[in-house]
Structure formats: C-alpha cells, structure tokens
C-alpha cells in the first residue's frame, strides 16, 4: 500500500491568485471548481493520540476517539473552521506543537457546516495569508450547484441512450435526510408516496433541463 501523498494544492493557490488579481466570472467559475475538487488540511484535537501502522502504512485512530475541530474568530465575533492549501500555510497559523490535522474535502466541510444548529459563519481557507472566506450560505448554494451539475452530467448520459425519463425513489432514512426535497427542487414530479414516506419520482426528458448548473463542472475520470 502506497503511503499518502503530502497535501498540495497549485492549481487552487493559482485559481486563488487569478481571482484576486481578475475578478472575472471565468476566473470565480474555476475558483468554484478548484475548492470542490481540492484535499484541504483542517487543524483538529483528539482525545487519544492517533498511532502508525507499519503494516498499513498509514495513521489509524483508537476506537471511540473524541475530535473537536479548531476554530477562528473573526473581528465581527463570528466562528469559521480553519482549513489549509498545504502544510506550509498552516504551520503560519499560531498552533500548538503537537496540533493533528485532517485530510477534508468540500464534501466533509459542508456535511459539518450544514449540520442543524451548527452555528458556524462558515470556512477560510489558508486564514494567514489569502483568508478566502466561504460562508455557510455560499456552502448550502455550491452543493445545490454540485447537485445540479451531477444530474445534468446523469440527463446527459440518459439522453445519449435513448431514454424519456429519469425515475428516482426517496427512502425515508437517516442518511437520506439532508437530501429529502432533492427531487422536488430538481425538477422531478411525485408520482407516488406512501405511509412510511418512501417516494417515487419522473422527470421527463424531452423539454431538457432548463436550470442546468453553470458554475461547477463534473470532470470524467
């Protein structure tokens, strides 16, 4: 097993750059798309220090590990999470010594900031040097955006194939509560429900999509 690559992020230090130096819509577009694509480092405590393991090759945590996120307060009062480019930039932040971090991406950063009552104003990235703010507003709206750009990639494909509809189902669980009106503001008509709230939706595929998503770009790999 390959042992992890250190965290390094040139193409978001220049999109970073580029938008700064250009604030243009072509450049605040691949700005968008280099922070949803991006491995960030986030400062973290943990009750139970974290061991190597030789034959993995990787760091692994005792069961029932207690971590706390770092956070930083802004002149205004409000709390945003810490998060890095790289190791460089997150050793100018005033840490302690034996400070662990994370590996995130904008998919961990928006499942915590969107948890109910979180709290948080939002995140910053590299909060010493470039303090690129994304307020938890903006965070809710890029996944909406990654949603849209997603089921535009999926009606794409449909179409290719001949397909007239895309037929969804909603099942009412736990892990499927924060998507629970996906289908209802994407477009999807309810064709059925039932009691226990599982849900069944169609969207026809003739018309195309009139609200496909702009800002994010899904990249094939």
């Known amino acids: 097993m390959e042992q992890a690559k250190p965290v390094k992020n040139p193409a978001l230090k220049k999109a970073i750059k580029d938008a ?11 700005l968008l798309n280099e922070v949803v694509k991006a491995r960030l480092l986030i400062p973290v405590s943990m009750d139970k220090d974290p061991e190597y393991d030789e034959k993995l090759k990787e760091v692994v945590l005792e069961k029932d590990t207690r971590i706390s996120f770092e956070l930083i307060k802004a002149k205004n009062g409000e709390l945003y999470y810490p998060v890095f480019t790289d190791g460089e930039e ?9 400070q662990h971090s994370m590996i995130v991406n904008f998919d ?4 915590i900031l969107l948890m109910p009552q979180s709290g ?6 590299n909060p010493m040097s470039d303090n690129l703010c994304f307020r938890t507003e903006m965070v809710a709206a890029m996944k909406r955006d ?4 997603m089921l535009d990639c999926l009606v794409h494909d449909a179409l290719a194939r001949g397909l007239r509809a895309l037929r969804g189902h909603y099942y009412p669980t736990a892990k499927n ?3 629970k009106d996906f289908y209802d503001t994407m477009g999807f008509t309810l064709q059925s429900a039932d009691e226990q709230g599982n849900k069944e939706y169609l969207l026809p595929l003739e018309a195309g999509r009139s609200d496909a998503c702009r800002t ?3 990249h094939r790999i």
């Open 146 to 149: 990654m949603e849209k750009a």
């Open 90 to 98: 997150m050793l100018k932040c005033d840490i302690e010594k034996d």
């Open 216 to 218: 994010i770009d899904i």
């Open 108 to 111: 961990d950063l928006a499942a």
């Open 20 to 30: 700064r130096k250009e604030p243009n819509e072509e450049n605040s577009v691949r």
């Open 177 to 179: 509560l924060p998507v």
């Open 120 to 125: 948080i104003a939002g995140f910053s990235i």
